[in-house]
C-alpha cells in the first residue's frame, strides 16, 4: 500500500467534510504524513483547530506577510518537495480547490508520484487534469447531511448525466473491447479514470461504475466467472455494436 503524504490547504477547504475526507484518503493508501497549513491566528481557522488532534493532523503556521498573497500555497509547495525527496512517500494527497496547485500536481506525476487531488466542485479544470485522480468533496457528504437526505430530502450535490459522460464510456470500451465489442468493466473504469480524472459515479449519485451504467440503458452487461478467482467479472458492451453485427449477420 501506498505511504501518502495529504496536505491540506485550510483556506480553501470546509472543515465540514475532515472525518468523510480523511476516510476516503485510506482507500488510496496510508496517510502516514498529514499536515495543514493555514494562518492559525485568525478567527476563520477556529473549526479546523477543533478536529485536528482527533485527526492527528499537524497544523503549520504561515503568517500572511503581504496582503493578496498567499503565503499557504508556498509553504504547502515547500513542504512537497521537501516530502519528495526524502523518499518517505509514493504518493500525496492534496486537498485544496485552489488551482495554484496545479503546477505542483504536476511536477509531484513527473516524479513518479501518484497525485490524488480533493476538493469541491469549484476547483478549476487544470488542477483537477494535473491529478491522477480528483474528488469531490461535495460526493463526501457529513453524517448530517446523509441524515437529511436518508429522510428524502433532494441531493443537489448529485450531478445528471449527460450525454458526454454516454459517449466518454463508449468510447472506453471501444478502446478496450475484443472482437465482439466486450470489455472488462475493470479495465473502462481505470481508462475513464486516466482520460478524466474527476470522472466518479458517486458525482451522479451512485456508489459504483455498474449501476452507473446500468442506468444509461446504452450498454449491455455481462457477469462471467473468473479463472482464478471465486468472484464474478462484469464485461460491458455498447448496445450499438451489437446491433451493427446483428445488421451484418442478416445481409
Known sequence: MNNLAVLIDADNIPVK????MMQ?????GNPTIKRIYGDWTKPHLTKWKNVLLENAITPVQQYAYTVGKNATDSAMIIDA?????SGKVNGFCLVSSDSDFTRLATRLREAGMQVIGIGEKKTPKPFIVACDKFIYLEILK??????STAAGAENSNVDKITDNEIKLIASSIDDLSDDDGWAFLGDVGSLLQKKQPNFDSRNYGFAKLTPLIQSTGKFDL???EGSNTRYKLIYVKNKEVGRRKAKT???
Not at 476516503?24 to 488510496?28: N, R
Open 222 to 224: 455481462e457477469q462471467r
Open 17 to 20: 467534510y475532515i472525518e468523510e
Open 249 to 251: 449477420t442478416k445481409k
Open 142 to 147: 457529513p453524517k448530517s447531511e446523509k441524515s
Open 24 to 28: 476516503e484518503i485510506t482507500k488510496y
Open 81 to 85: 518537495m521537501d516530502l519528495l525527496y
